[in-house]
């Protein structure tokens, strides 16, 4: 399996060093024959090629089996006009990277929850209210006089069609429950439109149970009464917004993994953004990317069959969780003493 690696901004280039010293481990113990071509892009790229996403690395997306994505610092870039375009963004439309698969699970002694929570979120990728991915041409967002704004939210029977089917086929791999997160009392029209959608795909799946709530109701019924929820299908910004909320209860955005997949590709993300207060300090948690990674190990080897690519998954996300249960294993965002590389061996220590 070739494997592209970005390593993005911030703290992108410490937590993917951690994750490839991960991978290494599992591709030796489980000869998955991996290899890595690295690729800069983002902060490093605007400099040397003006440009925070050079041709090269679409190219280069195209021919890989798969791609590990570091966080970006696109709140930094300068406009589209100078170079400065979101990597993460472009990648999920150009790819039709439809799907934002986002896990969250809380730990023994790691969290504030009352209650147990162990549940994904499904959140659409390619529309929404996200102001570069929902026009044809020009964005989604404007002022017609200078104190006026505008956004516009695109939704789609298509898009909510195919994220509902993701939805319900994790669904039934897991406690058979959806819940449709909305806010069809405001958005009376566009979230109508994505519970239509939602519910005919559900009449397809009769064994899964779907319930929906509105997104205010949910942020509050996550910290409540986080069991009810099984898997959670969103459109692109309440799933963003919910998933961050989900991590944090897990214990810390050092945590939240994802992946980005299509039918044909998938790109492996870490929840959290490029944390630049901590870049360069060999402070930050690795975890999100490391499970990140795993989970695109499992989908390549759910598309073809490989199954020491699904037990390297399961081996990476249990040496995880090993790790993670051992408070002097941990990172500093968990009060634990190690620092990221630290953590990367304490990881790959557990997979041999
Ligand atoms: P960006 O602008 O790229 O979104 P940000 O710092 O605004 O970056 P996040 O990176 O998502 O947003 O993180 C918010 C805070 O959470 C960070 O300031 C950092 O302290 C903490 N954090 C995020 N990711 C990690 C991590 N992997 N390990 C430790 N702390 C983290």
């Excluded at 591709?27 to 690729?39: I, K, N, R």
Aim: glycine share 8%; hydrophobic share 45%.
């Amino acid at each position: 399996m070739n494997l592209l690696i970005l390593p993005g901004d911030g703290i992108g280039p410490e937590i993917m060093a951690a994750t490839l010293t991960v991978l290494r481990c599992a591709s030796d113990v489980f000869q998955l024959g991996l290899s890595f071509q690295t690729q800069d892009i983002g902060l490093a790229t605007l400099k040397t090629q003006g440009t925070t996403l050079p041709p090269a690395v679409i190219e280069a997306v195209e021919q890989a089996d798969g791609v590990i994505l570091g966080p970006v610092s696109h709140l930094d870039y300068p406009p589209a006009s100078e170079g400065g375009v979101n990597p993460s963004g472009i990648l999920r439309t150009r790819f039709d990277l439809y799907a934002n698969i986002r896990p969250a699970r809380s730990r023994e002694g790691m969290t504030i929850l009352r209650h147990p929570m162990d549940l994904v979120i499904v959140r659409e990728n390619t529309e929404g209210f996200y102001a570069d991915r929902n026009m044809h041409e020009g964005i989604g967002e404007f002022m017609p006089t200078p104190d006026m704004a505008m956004a516009v939210r695109k939704v789609t029977a298509q898009a909510c069609r195919r994220i509902a089917r993701t939805a319900f086929d994790l669904a039934r791999t897991r406690r058979k429950k959806v819940t449709a997160v909305h806010k069809q009392n405001v958005l009376r029209i566009s979230d109508a439109l994505f519970l239509r959608e939602v519910r005919a795909v559900a009449a397809e799946y009769p064994d899964v149970e779907l319930d929906d709530v509105l997104v205010d109701a949910a942020t509050a019924l996550l910290v409540r009464t986080p069991q009810r929820f099984d898997v959670m299908v969103a459109t692109n910004m309440f799933g963003d917004i919910l998933s961050d909320e989900a991590s944090e209860l897990a214990g810390s955005l050092g945590l939240g993994a994802s992946l980005n997949a299509g039918d044909r590709r998938a790109v492996a993300q870490a929840q959290h953004g490029s944390a630049p207060d901590i870049a360069g300090q060999n402070r930050a948690n690795p975890t999100a990317l490391i499970l990140s990674a795993a989970m695109l190990l499992r989908w390549q080897g759910g598309r073809t069959g490989a199954a020491p690519l699904q037990a390297a998954a399961d081996a990476v996300e249990a040496a995880v969780e090993a790790a993670l249960a051992t408070p002097g294993d941990r990172t500093a965002d968990l009060g634990g003493p190690l620092g990221t590389r630290a953590f990367a061996d304490a990881v790959a220590g557990r997979l041999r």
